[in-house]
């Protein structure tokens, strides 16, 4: 992403994780999701990023197809899979 560094990133994807808990419900792939991004942009806040900062972010996000928190998390961990993830 453009807006964000890969640490900002794993963070945001980490935060999103925790916030949404990803699970198996009879074999199918669940989570808890609000449909919109207020846990994206709380996360952003909590990371120290202006307002203005934050806008760019969803502004990116919308391009990428993260229209939701988990589709913002799906988003980053598939990223996250097909590239080395910096140390
Ligand atoms: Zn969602």
Redesign the pocket.
Known sequence: MKTLTARQMKALAEGLTEALNPREEDGEPT?D???DRSMTVRLLGDLGLTFEHIEAVLKELDDLGGH????VMLNILCRQESQAWPP
């Open positions: 989570w999701c609000e449909h939701c928190d988990c589709e």
